[in-house]
């Protein structure tokens, strides 16, 4: 008896472990989720719910000037861009592109890419004590990225 409990355990556990990494990836891909989605349908709270309120996102930009620096964004001003980005709703298309990888996942930590329709999104995400998934980290570009930057205007004729 005590035999088959035991080889029975074995034969469980790593399903088990499946079942939890699954579920990880399911609550991964909503924090993203959240976040790409909140910016299509304006929605603060969906924002909030799957960033960590320490948030650091970045891209290089360029000055008017043409030099480049560090533009960093916080969890504040993405909570904003969520109500009023896409206010109007012409920033997407109908059918927005939302294609999420979940890169590496490691017990609690996680890496994920984002591709929408203008830009990628790199994300760290931890599991925080109440097994939230948040966005920690987002490293981002655009796709064409000369639009890195203030519009370039013309020189007057």
């Known amino acids: 008896m005590k035999r088959s409990f035991i080889l029975l355990l074995f034969a469980v556990l790593p399903l088990l472990a499946r079942a939890a990494d699954a579920t990880d990836n399911q609550l991964i891909e909503r924090a993203v ?3 790409i989605e909140s910016q299509h349908t304006p929605d603060p709270s969906r924002m909030e719910r799957a960033l960590d309120p320490k948030l650091a996102k970045r891209t ?9 620096f560090v533009m960093n964004t916080d969890f504040d001003t993405m909570v904003k861009v969520a109500r009023t980005y896409n206010k109007d709703g012409t920033k997407f298309p109908p059918r927005p592109r939302v294609d999420i990888k979940i ?6 930590v996680a890496t994920v890419k984002l591709t929408a329709d203008e830009w990628i999104d790199y994300m760290h995400l931890y599991k925080n004590q109440r097994s939230e998934w948040k966005i920690v980290n987002v490293l981002w570009q655009y796709h064409d990225t000369t639009r890195q930057g203030p519009p370039k205007t013309s020189p007057p004729n």
Not at 60 to 68: H, L, N, P, Q, T
Not at 103 to 108: I, M, Y
């Open 60 to 68: 290089y930009w360029r000055a008017a000037d043409g030099s480049e």
């Open 33 to 35: 989720r959240d976040y």
């Open 103 to 108: 890169l590496d996942v490691d017990q609690r």
